[in-house]
């Protein structure tokens, strides 16, 4: 009996005396929408651009789920996403993103679907890393799993500063 009174005393302050070790805060992360390569939103067949939609916010809830960044996905209205960089930077920036993620989906065959993603720096501009994926894109499930693994390797990439 005497063992188990000295580990419920013990015990507690063994606890308080080891160093807690917080988990650093997430990196936010402005995901910007897909542009499509192709210029056209209808590549592949009706409701396409409802899968890409589908993909970006999928990408989005795996890279939270990550926990590494912290996804920022503001209405994105006609005005933030056109004219040149530096304001979509600058935006990204007054958004309180440390990094833009941006990407774009091109139709290379029947069914199949080339997607692209850059990881920049919004304080400059610098393209960090990229992903070059291509799936084929015949059901919501394939644009499902194919954003997973993309949100994976975004995420298996940590901020590298």
Excluded: C
């Excluded at 409701?47 to 939609?53: F, I, K, L, M, Y």
Aim: glycine content about 6%.
């Amino acid at each position: 009996m005497s063992v188990l009174w000295l580990a419920a005393v013990a015990l507690p302050a063994l606890v308080a005396s080891l160093p807690v070790y917080a988990k650093a805060p997430p990196t936010p992360l402005l995901v910007m929408p897909f542009a499509f390569a192709d210029g056209d939103a209808i590549l592949q067949a009706d409701g396409h651009a409802d899968q890409v939609e589908l993909m970006l916010n999928e990408l989005r809830v795996a890279i939270d789920r990550k926990g590494v960044y912290r996804t920022i996905s503001p209405e994105f209205t006609e005005d933030f996403i056109s004219g040149d960089s530096a304001r979509v930077l600058q935006r990204a920036r007054d958004l309180g993103a440390a990094f833009v993620l941006a990407g774009a989906v091109q139709n290379v065959g029947a069914q199949a679907s080339n997607v692209w993603l850059g990881l920049f720096d919004a304080a400059d501009g610098r393209r960090l890393l990229h992903w070059q994926s291509t799936f084929r894109g015949d059901s919501d499930d394939s644009w499902r799993r194919a954003a997973a693994f993309l949100g994976d390797e975004v995420s298996a990439s940590p901020p590298p500063y």
